[in-house]
């Protein structure tokens, strides 16, 4: 076990956006019965074999971070957050397709994790505004999900799904937009339906950007 | 005539304190939120407006603006509508937001309330007493508690152990699933006679680990909590010790040694009116002007300088009050709404405004000279308002009391907190 190496995944988002009930779904194959409010940060893993069936096949660890709260917290919570952000392998973005600020401050987690190597001091300089530049050199692979697409009404989805395709082109990300929802909830996790398509195609993009 | 002309200039000032209730709403208090019901905008921004224009019409009587029976109809339509919102249109709203949305508030919905004016004056009390003993302790930097860099950095590695040690149980338990998964141990609840015969003979001895490992995780993830939680307010102490540095700093010092003085100086009266039982006959600008007067022996226009000098003060209360109100609400609707519930915090809030703003009408009474006071009773009837001081007084005290008694408390508790390794 101890050969298997670490990755580090954040998953960023504002509050109540489904980032646990995502984690908990990668890493539990179970749907989150009680969701609630993540004070600091929770952390899972999942076990994922890379490059499975080939014979470079390897067994990696993915710890997903889950950090709670929101781009507007005072910044002592700022600078508590900050201390999650080290030596980061890659930034899952969640937003909420029902709440179009939730995609807008999108930009402000992304520049608030981003930043943490480049000013040593913990103060963030910008004012939030979105820079294509920033992520010009931008290293770190972005994945940017959207969920609740349940909630939106069939008519209204092509303009929602439209408008969240230019904001993962800003960020030069991959996206993926997911239905989390209850009514797929049976007693074994193991038999939602559709759900292996779901994780084939996560884990795939992960094994994409996961550079060796 | 003369009604049309005041009747438009009413309306006008209506207007525009609707709007900035409006954009206060959209700029500042929903500034994350989506704005879907925009009847929660329209009753927010119209309590406020109605509620301003009752201080604006409390200064059109000082001043003298306006005919005065045009003005008392305004009062009286003004104070009519303003108890229709805050006792049948908010309380509607929220009983409708909150049965849309049942399964998530526990919080049941109070009873109608009569006597808006218990309630308001019950909590304009609450507030006083707390921020009058709070002010000083923020201000000043005596209170503040030495915290170094390495009392920081010595939390921050605790709490990354914490969740590395998280991270190592969590694995070991995906480990142990996949390889129970690998097996055929299904995790899964034993269905059909066969079933609960085989789970009652034979026993998983991962499931057992399982659950044992579980029970540490749940016990790690709560220190971590509570270690993100203390490092974030030795941040902002950190932040506060900056901040006394600087200018501004050395200022709000200064004037929290003088707040505090004058904290002393309102709980003693407080004391002194409930024992004796005294209700103040005259308000204070009547009084000074009494005093310098008959001691200090100076000679000046008494009405024209009484009327001025009310409008100051009433205005100073005024704007101070509001600030602080709207202040002390975004506060208090950032730390505790969510997407789904921010409806009916913000009608809440509203109905708290509303409340807050007609027993402040009450309560300003007491700081005016008797002639400008004949509306307030005029329009207010039949209320007692000796009660309602005396209410303020004992509440004020109550609170100004627990307040020290717990900010005492938590002061103390602090420090060993933070010591323990």
Not at chain 1, 31 to 37: D, F, I, K, R
Not at chain 2, 96 to 123: A, C, D, K, M, P
């Amino acid at each position: 076990m101890a050969s298997l190496d670490r990755v580090k995944v954040l998953v960023l988002g504002d509050s109540g956006v489904g980032k646990s009930s995502l984690v908990h779904l990668l890493c539990q194959n179970q749907v989150l019965g009680n969701p609630s409010w993540t004070v600091g940060c929770s952390v899972d893993v999942r076990v994922h074999d890379y490059k499975e069936g080939t014979p470079e096949e390897k067994t990696y660890y993915i710890e997903l971070w889950d950090v709670g709260g929101s781009v507007g917290s005072a910044s002592s919570v700022k600078s508590t957050r900050a201390v999650f952000y080290n030596s980061v392998n890659g930034i899952i973005l969640v937003h909420d397709l029902t709440n179009k600020k939730s995609s807008q401050n999108l930009y402000r987690w992304s520049l608030e994790a981003l930043n943490r190597d480049l000013v040593p001091t913990g103060v963030l300089v910008t004012n939030g505004d979105y820079d294509r530049e920033q992520f010009a050199d931008n290293q770190i692979p972005l994945l940017v999900i959207g969920t609740k697409l349940d909630q939106i009404h069939e008519t209204k989805r092509h303009e929602v799904l439209t408008r969240t395709a230019f904001l993962a082109e800003d960020f030069n990300a991959e996206e993926i937009n997911l239905v989390i929802e209850k009514r797929y909830f049976l007693r074994d996790g193991n038999q939602i339906p559709g759900f292996p398509d779901r994780k084939r195609f996560g884990g795939g993009t992960l094994k994409s950007l996961h550079y060796d | 005539m003369s009604f049309l002309i005041d009747s438009s200039i009413m309306i006008t000032s209506q207007i525009l304190f609707f709007g900035f209730g409006w954009l206060f709403f959209m700029r500042q208090l929903f500034k994350d939120y989506e704005v879907r019901q925009y009847v929660v905008q329209v009753i927010f921004s119209v309590t406020f407006a109605f509620s301003c224009t009752m201080f604006e019409l409390i200064i059109f009587e000082i001043l003298g603006v306006l005919n005065s029976s045009s003005r008392y109809f305004h009062w009286k339509m003004n104070l009519c509508v303003i108890l229709l919102i805050l006792v049948f249109m908010v309380p509607f709203y929220i009983g409708y937001f909150i049965v849309s949305n049942i399964r998530l508030w526990i919080l049941s919905i109070e009873q109608l309330i009569s006597r808006v004016g218990v309630i308001g004056v019950t909590l304009m009390a609450l507030l006083s007493g707390f921020g009058a003993v709070n002010c000083p302790y923020t201000y000043m930097s005596y209170f503040l508690r030495n915290v170094t860099d390495t009392d920081i950095l010595a939390l921050e590695r605790r709490l990354l152990q914490t969740m590395d040690m998280i991270i190592s149980k969590k694995k070991r338990m995906a480990m142990t699933r996949r390889t129970m998964f690998q097996k055929g141990e299904v995790h899964n609840k034993p269905s059909g006679f066969w079933g609960m015969i085989k789970s009652v003979t034979t026993s998983a001895p991962g499931s057992e680990n399982l659950t044992l490992i579980q029970q540490e995780v749940d016990a790690l993830e709560e220190l971590s909590r509570q270690l993100f939680l203390e490092t974030t307010d030795l941040y902002a102490t950190k932040e506060r010790i900056e901040y006394s540095k600087t200018f501004k700093g050395k200022y709000f010092n200064f004037l929290g040694y003088f707040f505090s003085i004058y904290c002393v100086w309102k709980i003693f009266m407080a004391t002194i009116n409930i024992v004796f039982d005294r209700v103040g006959k005259t308000d204070p600008v009547t009084r000074g002007i009494e005093i310098t007067v008959n001691y200090l022996g100076i000679q000046f226009d008494v009405k024209f300088w009484s009327q001025h000098i009310s409008f100051i003060l009433v205005g100073i209360i005024i704007v101070t009050s509001i600030r602080g109100l709207l202040i002390t609400l975004t506060k208090f609707f950032y730390a505790i709404s969510s997407s789904k519930s921010s409806n009916v915090i913000v009608l809440l809030l509203a109905q708290i405004m509303g409340m807050y703003f007609v027993s402040s009408v009450l309560l300003i009474r007491m700081s005016m000279p008797l002639e400008y006071r004949t509306i307030i009773t005029e329009v207010l009837g039949e209320l007692q308002f000796n009660f309602y001081h005396r209410w303020f007084d004992v509440i004020f005290l109550v609170s100004a009391l627990s307040s020290i008694l717990f900010l005492y408390l938590a002061h103390k508790q602090a420090p060993e907190k933070h010591m323990a390794p």
